[in-house]
């Protein structure tokens, strides 16, 4: 039995109309163009969904490839101040400031996106590292 943990739930319908389910208990449904119901629930807990045959899975786990991880893994803001309507940032996205204030000030943050943020810190400063150029001057 794997302990991998889920980091992305959802699937694409036919018409290409995506369902997240972004916590438990998160049923998303969608009529398809095609006149078929496609659905996901269970967020990040388990996977619930539809079995059609035509849906696209786009369930992605922690013991994926890191670059896959660190694309599929969102997180929820309403920005600086607070005040703006909720948006959705993938990782890979977000600066490495918003990363650091999130670990240092959400006491609620998953142990799971602890651990995946901290990798992502630690991924980009060993990009950083190896973007330094040398001369031969």
């Given amino acids: 039995m794997s302990d991998a943990k889920l980091v992305r739930n959802c699937l694409e319908t036919p018409d290409g109309t995506i369902l997240y389910s972004r916590h438990r208990n998160d049923y998303q449904h969608h009529v398809d163009e095609n006149g078929k119901t496609y659905f996901t629930d269970g967020g990040l807990d388990y996977v619930r969904c539809s079995a059609n045959g035509d849906e696209i899975h786009h369930h ?11 694309q599929a893994v969102e997180w929820g803001t309403y920005g600086k101040d607070g005040n703006n309507p909720l948006s959705w940032k993938r990782l890979c996205d977000m600066t490495s400031e918003h990363i650091e204030s999130i670990l240092e000030n959400v006491a609620s943050i998953s142990s799971l996106h ?16 190896s973007h330094f150029v040398t001369s031969d001057n």
């Fill in 60 to 70: 992605v786990w922690n013991d994926e490839s890191f670059d896959k991880v660190r």
């Fill in 114 to 129: 602890r651990e995946i943020f901290n990798l992502e810190l630690k991924h980009r400063e060993s990009e950083d590292s």
